[in-house]
T-cell receptor, first 116, second 110 residues
Framework: GAVVSQHPSRVICKSGTSVKIECRSL??????MFWYRQFPKKSLMLMAT?????????EQGVEKDKFLINHASLTLSTLTVTSAHPEDSSFYIC????????????FGPGTRLTVT | QQPVQSPQAVILREGEDAVINCSSS?????VHWYRQKHGEAPVFLMI?????EQMRHEKISASFNEKKQQSSLYLTASQLSYSGTYFC???????????FGAGTRLAVHP
């Protein structure tokens, strides 16, 4: 099956700093990538949808200036958490899809962010 | 709107069957089912499209009742490997943007 990687898998940063998380589709071209946030034993909460070469579409309640998303190519999307605070600590997981229609999403392994 | 999944948790003995339901308060374009094991990424099981047929993945099948705006996942003759949290994702617009339910935790014991 298709593989999606995320880097880093874990990151600890100090309050006020920024952190960048990369999501790559390794063996296919991703028309669309999605960013989710997941709290322990909770569901996946969609943060934003990103299409290659265009601005990301953010879900209601998600601050676009805080969570910067760049989908630079058909295989790479990045999420930058700017001026991170302890409440931003969470599990961030991306998924990628070859099509912008109902289709399988391939999930990355996730990134555990801890802000101290 | 987040779809409602039921039950929240299920405990089975190997070989037993289970049904997981996913209900929406508004019309659905498609329903997607995923399974997530602890500490791992969600894994795709199947998609059910509006007007489509019942789908199957090994001994797991699913149905989609458009009128009732709900989908059900049927796990038959459960195996230990079925343990995990099952999420349904609902697509309301047809652009593959999914809103996931709260999940159903399934534990299969020998």
């Amino acid at each position: 099956g298709a593989v999606v990687s995320q880097h880093p898998s874990r990151v600890i940063c100090k309050s006020g700093t920024s952190v960048k998380i990369e999501c790559r589709s390794l063996d296919f071209q991703a028309t669309t990538m999605f960013w989710y946030r997941q709290f322990p034993k909770k569901s996946l909460m969609l943060m934003a949808t990103s299409n290659e070469g265009s601005k990301a579409t953010y879900e209601q309640g998600v601050e676009k200036d805080k969570f910067l998303i760049n989908h630079a190519s058909l295989t790479l999307s990045t999420l930058t958490v700017t001026s991170a605070h302890p409440e931003d600590s969470s599990f961030y997981i991306c998924s990628a899809s070859e099509k912008a229609e109902p289709y399988e999403q391939y999930f990355g392994p996730g990134t555990r962010l801890t802000v101290t | 709107q987040q779809p409602v999944q039921s039950p929240q948790a299920v405990i089975l003995r190997e070989g037993e069957d289970a049904v997981i339901n996913c209900s929406s308060s508004k019309a659905l374009y498609s329903v997607h089912w995923y399974r997530q094991k602890h500490g791992e990424a969600p894994v795709f099981l199947m998609i059910l499209l509006k007007g489509g047929e019942q789908m199957r993945h090994e001994k797991i099948s699913a149905s989609f009742n458009e009128k009732k705006q709900q989908s059900s996942l049927y796990l038959t003759a459960s195996q230990l490997s079925y343990s995990g949290t099952y999420f349904c994702g609902t697509d309301y617009e047809g652009y593959n943007k999914l809103i996931f339910g709260a999940g159903t935790r399934l534990a299969v014991h020998p």
